[in-house]
């Protein structure tokens, strides 16, 4: 089959690769759809080469089923959680395998997604309704999660005023949650293209920084205070900087993006403003069976932040492309829905 490697300095290639066989309780899924993630591109952009297959939002259709396979049968349609837990210890036991000190990673140390077949614990796949699109689960492996992980952490309610700094594919999720539970969005971001993209994902309202103060935008959009809650997904020293300036006295904030390590946050502006900061890192297994659900029930849907999709051969224009920051969420789409 084919699978994408990356060999350093904002290189791929699309390699043949042998199947990947299940073991015990894992099953070989078929790709259907599979995103390119921020954290690819800060591996696609380092000088280091590997031979494993890269990626990491796994969606398809269950294609061979290993031994000890309970659940699942051939044919069915999963999302893949991805962060494999080695579900014996305390955080695996607490349903959060992303603290698993023995977890196994997509694309790091397993094959990863980036291909026509990958091997998931059965345990990690969540069936999908049958409307349900893969590209809408390669969201819900990863980003869409991400995102409403963050929307959980905040406790956000109907309603309330959402600022999202970051209009990456997850800033973009942030807001298409966060909007189909009611709250009211304003999305900030550099880029020209994705500010427009917020729009489409139905921001209320959308500022380049480049051009309009952010904060003052913000206040005004809240009716004179600041926002509720606010998202943080640029891992820029700029967006940190804006975070307690843009809330409200008592709001709620989420640093979701990695990226500077300037220490920009004065602890005493925290106190001054009875701020609550939360860093918000993935999000449990059970809340991907949750956002399944709200997929399937109220009409959410991550579609609208897909700009791109390409066969894994194209693997290095996707890359590219994804690389540039001016484009939504650039799938691979390996298999027809
Ligand atoms: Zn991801
Ligand atoms: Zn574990």
């Known amino acids: 089959m084919k699978g994408v490697v990356f060999t350093g300095n904002r290189n791929c290639e699309v ?39 890269r990626g990491h939002e796994p969606c398809g259709t269950v294609a061979a089923l290993g031994p000890g396979v309970r659940r699942l049968r051939l044919g069915d349609r999963v999302t893949v959680f991805h962060h494999q837990g080695c579900g014996v210890c305390r955080e695996c036991a607490r349903g959060d395998p992303v603290w698993c000190s023995d977890k196994r990673l997509f694309g790091v140390t397993i094959p990863g997604s980036f ?9 990690n796949c969540i069936p999908m309704p049958a409307g349900m699109s893969f590209a809408d689960g390669a969201f819900i492996a990863c980003v869409g999660g ?16 959402l600022a999202v700094f970051g209009l990456g594919p997850v800033g973009l999720s942030c807001i298409l949650v966060g909007r189909n539970l009611g709250l009211n969005v304003i ?16 921001a209320a309202a959308a500022v380049n920084a480049t051009e309009q103060d952010p904060v003052a ?30 809330l409200r006295r008592g709001g709620r904030a989420a640093i979701v993006g990695v990226g500077s390590d300037e220490e920009v946050i004065n602890p005493t502006h925290i106190h001054g403003k009875a701020a609550t900061l939360v860093g918000s890192v993935v999000f449990p297994l059970a809340w991907a069976w949750e956002l399944v659900g709200l997929c399937d029930r109220a009409g959410l849907s991550f579609e609208p ?23 939504g969420k650039v799938l691979f789409v390996p298999q027809a829905d």
């Open 15 to 53: 390699r043949n690769v042998p199947v990947p066989t299940p073991g015990h309780g894992e099953v070989l899924v078929r790709i259907g759809a599979t995103g390119i993630c921020g954290s690819d591109l800060h591996v696609y952009r380092a000088a280091t080469a590997s031979d494993q297959v």
């Open 115 to 123: 291909a026509e077949y990958t091997v998931a614990m059965e345990r």
């Open 146 to 161: 991400t995102a409403y992980g963050a929307l959980k952490r905040l406790d956000a309610r109907p309603h309330e005023f």
């Open 187 to 202: 999305g900030v971001d550099v880029v020209s293209e994705r500010v427009e993209l917020a729009r489409k994902c139905g």
């Open 217 to 246: 935008a913000i206040e005004q959009f809240c009716g004179g205070c600041g926002a509720d809650c606010l998202i943080e997904t640029s891992g820029s020293a700029a967006g940190r900087r804006n975070i307690l300036p843009s």
């Open 305 to 327: 932040a897909v700009t791109h999709r390409f066969p894994l051969v194209e693997a290095p224009a996707a890359l590219r492309l994804a690389d540039s920051g001016r484009c």
